[in-house]
């Protein structure tokens, strides 16, 4: 059977390389990163999934957001993308930022220290596991039936996956003209990665971002 790869897909980070800013509430889900400024090349795609208006910009930004879903089985997210709260969950009312369609369509598993039931919205179905990245893994390769399995974010979780050697491919999309000093940080340069991977950085047509494509040596 082909490898099932673990690859991080359009997953954006500032020019310090965060990946969100501090104070995640539901008011601010990046905490204080403007997300209109460094996500805001994906949005103003063709392929964009929540476009309503025809046109849409073409090239490698799109490309890049057609493929998000090509040949994914499974993502595996923490659970500072699910939502902002932290520690035990007082209820079980919050199912995600994503409403009664989540943009997944394959099981999700959220890695968390306080989990709860299963959750089914639409073709999605989130499950709330506490284990270690090699045993999430193992789970997700399972689930997604001979696909590639998405680590969707956020930093902390690629991190942990990265020290762990796990993650085949990455597509990081750097926002240079962005700084936020803090919060959820994935790497302090791109450098870091390039004793195990290849790197080619293709800048956006944008002018707003370059991106960072990882393959393993
Ligand atoms: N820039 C992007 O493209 C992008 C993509 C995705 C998300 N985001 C943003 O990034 C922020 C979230 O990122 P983050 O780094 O703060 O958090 P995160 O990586 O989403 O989640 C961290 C949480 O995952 C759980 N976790 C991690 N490792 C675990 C393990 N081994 N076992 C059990 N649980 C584990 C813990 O949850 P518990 O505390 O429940 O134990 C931990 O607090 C949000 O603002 C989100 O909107 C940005």
């Not at 990245?133 to 942990?160: C, M, N, S, Y």
């Not at 994935?186 to 956006?204: A, G, K, N």
Request: proline share 6%.
């Amino acid at each position: 059977m082909k490898q099932q790869l673990l690859k991080v897909q359009n997953f954006n980070v500032s020019a310090d390389g965060f990946g969100a800013g501090q104070g995640q509430s539901l008011e601010r889900p990046f905490g204080h990163a403007d997300p209109g400024q460094m996500f805001a090349w994906a949005g103003a795609t063709a392929s964009w999934p929540t476009r309503t208006d025809p046109g849409g910009s073409r090239g490698i930004d799109d490309y890049l957001t057609r493929d998000f879903s090509h040949n994914i089985g499974a993502e595996i997210m923490g659970r500072g993308k699910f939502g902002p709260q932290h520690g035990p969950w007082q209820d079980h009312e919050w199912r995600g930022w994503w409403g009664e369609e989540p943009p997944f369509h394959t099981p999700v598993f959220v890695m968390t220290h306080h989990t709860r039931p299963s959750i089914t919205l639409s073709d999605t179905t989130f499950h709330f596991v506490d284990a270690d990245p090699g045993t999430v893994l193992k789970q997700a390769r399972v689930a997604a039936e001979g696909k590639d399995i998405r680590l969707g974010g956020g930093a902390t979780v690629v991190r942990e996956f990265l020290e762990a050697d796990l993650v085949d491919t990455l597509h990081v999309a750097v926002a240079d003209g962005v700084t936020l000093g803090s919060g959820s940080k994935l790497w302090d340069s791109p450098d870091e990665l390039l004793d195990r991977f290849h790197l080619d950085v293709v800048p956006s047509p944008t002018g707003a971002v370059r991106h960072h494509l990882f393959w393993r040596k």
